[in-house]
Structures are given as structure tokens and as C-alpha cells.
């Protein structure tokens, strides 16, 4: 009896903290969002019609992706860092910061020694994309899979016609 007890609070302990950082960002993202998208790996493999290797092996690892692309008011009021602000403050390290023009991109990873987790900001002139990674994926691999990408080689969900599809009475 005290061993099932302990393996019960012991799985609620270790899966608490990963749903507590992803609910972090679902807050702020729910919040203040013109769209969301959640991929898989799947899903992510579908968007690439060409087929293209090096985007099949970057993802590979990759368990949920949460994109949400943010309203006017969070882009002007830069309403974002203040989320990413309490990441940095719950343990998570900067990975990339990069500011230069209109770009800047913000990429922050989970603690050592915890699962894998992701999350990011990244802007230009016309639009503000937040997103939540959990799992890994092959950084390293972006560089050689940019260079490789032929247009016409993945589905832009972020440009999809949304409109289209609604119905109108």
C-alpha cells in the first residue's frame, strides 16, 4: 500500500512542473493570440511536402509544438517579455538573443538535468510569433536545412486563409 502511494505521488510530482511551464505560456499566449497552432511530429513531417531529409531528422525528436502568433497590443506594448521575463526567473536559460533591424528573436531552454523545453519570441516588422517546444530538436541542423529549402517545399500554416473556411450565414 505505502509503495503504490509513493509511486502515485511521485508521477504527480514529476509530471506537475513540466504542465506548470507549459500552462505559463498558454496563459500569457491564450491570452493575447490572433492564432494558435499545435504540431506534432507528425504533423510537422506533413508540412513538408518535398520531403525534404534534413527537416524530417531536425524534428525528429520533437514532441508538441505550440506557435501562437500574437495580437497588436502585445507586439506594441511588448506585453511578451514580461512572460519570458518569468521563465528566466523560474530557471530557464537563455539560448539565442538576437536583435538587429526589425528582427528579434528571444530563445530560452529549460534547466539542466530537466526534460527538454523550449520557448521562444520571435519578431519582425509585421508580425510576433511565441512559441513552446517540448522534446529536442536538432539545432545544429537548421543552418544546413535553411540552405536546402527550394520554395514550395512546406506548407506555410502562418499564411493560410483561414477566412475561407468559416461559414457565412
Known amino acids: 500500500m505505502k509503495i503504490r502511494f509513493l509511486v502515485i505521488i511521485f508521477s504527480i510530482m514529476v509530471f506537475l512542473p513540466v504542465q506548470g511551464q507549459e500552462n505559463l505560456f498558454k496563459e500569457f499566449a491564450d491570452a493575447h493570440k490572433e492564432r494558435a497552432f499545435c504540431f506534432y511530429p507528425s504533423t510537422l513531417r506533413m508540412l513538408n511536402i518535398s520531403g525534404n531529409p534534413e527537416f524530417n531528422e531536425a524534428v525528429n ?23 519570458m521575463q518569468n521563465y528566466r526567473d523560474s530557471g530557464f536559460e537563455e539560448y539565442i538573443s538576437v536583435t538587429g533591424g526589425s528582427y528579434t528573436a528571444s530563445l530560452l531552454v529549460s534547466p539542466e538535468g530537466s526534460d527538454m523545453e523550449y520557448v521562444g519570441v520571435f519578431s519582425d516588422e509585421s508580425s510576433t510569433l511565441a512559441f513552446y517546444l517540448t522534446g529536442d530538436i536538432k539545432w545544429e541542423q537548421i543552418p544546413k536545412m535553411y540552405n536546402s529549402i527550394q520554395e514550395g517545399d512546406f506548407i506555410n500554416v502562418l499564411d493560410l486563409n483561414l477566412a475561407k473556411f468559416e461559414e457565412h450565414p
Do not use: F, P, Q
Not at 64 to 83: F, Q
Open 61 to 83: 525528436g520533437v514532441e508538441k509544438l505550440l506557435v501562437y502568433t500574437l495580437d497588436s497590443l502585445s507586439i506594441a506594448d511588448k506585453l511578451y517579455n514580461g512572460m
